[in-house]
């Protein structure tokens, strides 16, 4: 194995009795990057994540981590690795900085390396100067980097983020992202679990896409897009008890139609043709909206817009 492959996977495999829940994956993790683990609820993500994090035997198929086997290193590998779990879970009746303690001494750290670190590491957060606050007040997105402040009290070299801002607010999101472009300019290689599109966008440099427990996708987000997209969507709205009598106009003129029951997407190279040639064919739509293809659009038409459960 190369030194810049810091995770591989070969037919990686999880099943839980009949269920599989990661069916013969394979991936390769390097050195310094964001990957992604992209997929609806159930894909297989989290199962994934706990066998790369050694908290989860492997059902079949191979898996190194830091050039360790999981099965015989556990341990070994669990030091060197940050684990941000996808719900929060702090001590409440600490204070800010007496989590980070708590949490570095797990690690074997001295109390002057821990302090160190935690001074460190509360900058990097914003929290400095919540310190000394007990943590049950602070704001959600407080909390959330709180616990990635926590999982980098090791100094680790692989950081594993399961759905790192579910439920923060789009400020908390962005200053989260922020915090984690960061890691990744100063080495930390960071795989992350996510179902948001433009999250996934904006920190990942590659990333599969998962369903039903197999890898349907891989490569960068714009790869993807265009390989499995096209350049530029047109949304049309309608009358929604008139779209129907739309469908067949509107058919044909992009590379790919797709009936919502509000809109009609239209994915073509170029939007503004496109719109054109729908003017052209006598259809007036009461709006129109030419954007550029994204990876949901990926994402949707890998998975389909069914709900998993």
Not at 208 to 234: C, F, K, N
Request: proline residues 4%; glycine residues 8%.
């Amino acid at each position: 194995m190369g030194d810049d492959i810091l995770v591989r996977a070969r037919g990686l495999t999880k099943r839980f009795g009949d269920f599989t829940a990661v069916d013969g994956i394979d991936v390769d993790v390097r050195r310094g990057e964001a990957f992604g683990f992209l997929g609806p609820n159930g894909a297989g993500k989290s199962s994934t994540m706990r066998m790369v994090g050694c908290v989860s035997p492997v059902t079949a198929g191979e898996l190194t981590i830091l050039g360790l086997d999981p099965a015989s290193d556990g341990p070994a590998i669990r030091a060197r690795l940050g684990v941000c779990p996808q719900n929060d879970i702090l001590d409440e009746d600490l204070s800010v900085e007496e989590n980070l303690w708590v949490y570095g001494r797990f690690f074997g750290l001295s109390r002057h390396e821990v302090r160190s670190r935690a001074d460190e590491l509360l900058a990097f957060a914003q929290l400095t100067e919540r310190r000394h606050d007990r943590v049950e007040p602070l704001s959600g997105g407080m909390k959330r980097r709180l616990t990635i402040a926590r999982s980098l009290m090791n100094d680790p070299e692989v950081l594993l983020l399961d759905e790192p801002t579910t439920g923060l607010d789009p400020q908390a999101r962005h200053v989260l992202w922020d915090r984690l472009f960061r890691l990744k300019r100063e080495g930390v290689t960071l795989i992350v679990t996510t179902h948001y599109m433009d999250e996934a966008e904006q920190l990942c440099d590659r990333l599969v896409v998962m369903d039903h427990g197999r890898i349907v996708a891989e490569g960068s987000p714009r790869a993807l897009i265009e390989e499995h997209s096209t350049r530029e969507v047109l949304e049309l709205r309608f009358d929604p008890d008139e779209q129907e009598q739309h469908v067949d106009a509107v058919t044909g003129v992009g590379e790919r139609l797709e009936v919502l029951p509000d809109r009609l997407l239209v994915y073509a190279h170029d939007g503004d043709t496109a719109l054109a040639s729908v003017h052209a064919r006598g259809v007036q739509p009461l709006s129109s909206l030419v954007r550029r293809s994204t990876l949901e659009d990926v994402f949707l038409h890998l998975t389909g817009r069914s709900l998993v459960d």
